[in-house]
Structure formats: structure tokens, C-alpha cells
T-cell receptor
Framework: SQQGEEDPQALSIQEGENATMNCSYKTSINNLQWYRQNSGRGLVHLILIRSNEREKHSGRLRVTLDTSKKSSSLLITASRAADTASYFCAPPQAGNMLTFGGGTRLMVKP | DTGVSQNPRHKITKRGQNVTFRCDPISEHNRLYWYRQTLGQGPEFLTYFQNEAQLEKSRLLSDRFSAERPKGSFSTLEIQRTEQGDSAMYLC?????????????FGEGSRLTVL
């Protein structure tokens, strides 16, 4: 089945640093979504990038998509302690159903 | 609040008991999804509905699990004869088919602990 695989599994940085997370997937997609999950909470949609887009920005987030390599990256600039969370990429399956990998657990130390 | 609502938020039960979780999606959303998440893992897809029709079920969904969405609005997920391995967070999400984003809106989850 199609699901994103995030890398690294865990990332620890200091406040103010940038955090980069990568995602790989297997089959062709029309779009790819990124979600964030704070500990013990539900997932929250961050950003969607379409297959005809190479890069997209939203506030401190920058997402890239390389369809030839079947990969995406999420960059969080000037990280804050509140960015501490797990981050998941979600390439859609048939019927727009989303499946999730193990995520990247980001810890931002104050 | 018009987000996705899940109840109960926490449930502790003894092995062998039945439990039922309820999900109220965003009112105009026609799709509803159930996921299960264990500690340190990503959400695993269980099943989804479009309106009242259950369109797909994961192989993870054993015959002890049943989900319904009788009127195409709220949904229930029942687990019969619970086992310790059922301990997890059960997440519900909803979406509106036809939107360009396909974004899922998640509830806060129902955490199940089976003793």
C-alpha cells in the first residue's frame, strides 16, 4: 500500500535552528500532505503540495516535492519549543484515503 | 465548536469486555475514517465510510471490530471481547469529498487501556 516513510525517525534541535524532515513514497501521486501531531492529540493538517509544484511555503514551513525521486521534504525554520511534535507525510491512496508512516519525532529544546 | 468530536476520550476496561467509541464528524463532511495508533507509531488505517456506506476495511480490522455509520452522520466503533493488544488510541477523521485538498480533520482520539 502507498504510505509515506519519514526520515529521520527522531530529531532533536535547539530553539532557533532549522529542522528538516524527509518523506519517501512508492507510487505516483497527485498531491502530498503533511500533518503534525502533538503528544496525545489528534493530527493537524499543515500543508498540501501538488504534483505540479516543486516548492510551497506557509509561514515558517517550506515543503518541497520531487516527483522524479518520489520524495518530499518539510523544513521548519527558526524552530520554537512549541514545534515539538511528530510530523507525518501522507501521499494519498486510491479514493483519496491517507495512510501514515511512523513519522518524525521532533524535539525542540528551549 | 464544529470540529470532530470523539467520546469517550479515555476508556479503561478489563480484558474480555466490549467497548464502543463514538465519533461526530464535521457536519457537512461525507467521509469518515477510523485509525488506530499505538505509542510511538503512526496512525494505522482501520476503515472508512462515505455517507453511510463502509467502503473499505483494513485487514487489521478483525471480526471483533465493527464500525457503523447508520445515518451518514456520527459513527461508532465497537470492539468485542477486548484483548490487551487492543490498547491504543483510536482516532476518527472526516473529510469532504470533492474538495481540492482532501484534507482530513482529526478528532482528539479515544484512548483505550485494556487491563
Amino acid at each position: 500500500s502507498q504510505q509515506g516513510e519519514e526520515d529521520p525517525q527522531a530529531l532533536s534541535i535547539q530553539e532557533g535552528e532549522n529542522a528538516t524532515m524527509n518523506c519517501s513514497y512508492k507510487t505516483s501521486i497527485n498531491n502530498l500532505q503533511w500533518y503534525r501531531q502533538n503528544s496525545g492529540r489528534g493530527l493537524v493538517h499543515l500543508i498540501l503540495i501538488r504534483s505540479n509544484e516543486r516548492e510551497k511555503h506557509s509561514g515558517r514551513l517550506r515543503v518541497t516535492l520531487d516527483t522524479s525521486k518520489k520524495s518530499s521534504s518539510l523544513l521548519i525554520t527558526a524552530s520554537r519549543a512549541a514545534d515539538t511534535a511528530s510530523y507525518f507525510c501522507a501521499p494519498p491512496q486510491a479514493g483519496n484515503m491517507l495512510t501514515f508512516g511512523g513519522g518524525t519525532r521532533l524535539m525542540v529544546k528551549p | 465548536d464544529t470540529g470532530v468530536s470523539q467520546n469517550p476520550r479515555h476508556k479503561i476496561t478489563k480484558r474480555g469486555q466490549n467497548v464502543t467509541f463514538r465519533c461526530d464528524p464535521i457536519s457537512e463532511h461525507n467521509r469518515l475514517y477510523w485509525y488506530r495508533q499505538t505509542l510511538g507509531q503512526g496512525p494505522e488505517f482501520l476503515t472508512y465510510f462515505q455517507n453511510e456506506a463502509q467502503l473499505e476495511k483494513s485487514r487489521l480490522l478483525s471480526d471483533r471490530f465493527s464500525a457503523e455509520r447508520p445515518k451518514g452522520s456520527f459513527s461508532t466503533l465497537e470492539i468485542q471481547r477486548t484483548e490487551q493488544g487492543d490498547s491504543a488510541m483510536y482516532l476518527c477523521a472526516s473529510s469532504l469529498v470533492g474538495t481540492s485538498s482532501g484534507e482530513l480533520f482529526f478528532g482528539e482520539g479515544s484512548r483505550l487501556t485494556v487491563l
